[in-house]
Nanobody, 115 residues
């Protein structure tokens, strides 16, 4: 499984961004997917998760009501729509895919929110 993120950028507080994660390889083996982020000096944290069919989602309390995770299995792409961005959302955002054997990670995309 290979994951490639895109969409990170510099944006002003209150703005929006949409991150994309294109999935290739053994996509049939993926059980769940998610977006994580890691800010400088902090541990990587789960931002949002989504089930294989896309019907079940979960969010960190800090992003509920502002971020929306979705996936288009036909296009092998997962998205993270981020609205009302805050300075504290600044981080490298990583795409994650979990199979029954292991986790897979993308290379990350930088999101910087200016206050």
């Amino acid at each position: 499984v290979q994951l490639v993120e895109s969409g990170g950028d510099l944006v002003q507080a209150g703005g929006s961004l949409r991150l994309s994660c294109v999935v290739s390889g053994s996509t049939f083996s993926i059980v769940t997917m998610g977006w994580y982020r890691q800010a400088p000096g902090k541990q990587r944290e789960l931002v949002a998760g989504i089930s294989s069919g896309g019907s079940d989602t979960s969010y960190a309390d800090s992003v509920k009501g502002r971020f929306t995770i979705s996936r288009n299995n036909g296009e092998n792409t997962m998205y993270l729509q981020m609205n009302s961005l805050k300075f504290e959302d600044t981080a490298v955002y990583y795409c994650n895919a979990w199979t029954h054997i292991r986790d897979y990670w993308g290379q990350g995309t930088q999101v910087t929110v200016s206050s």
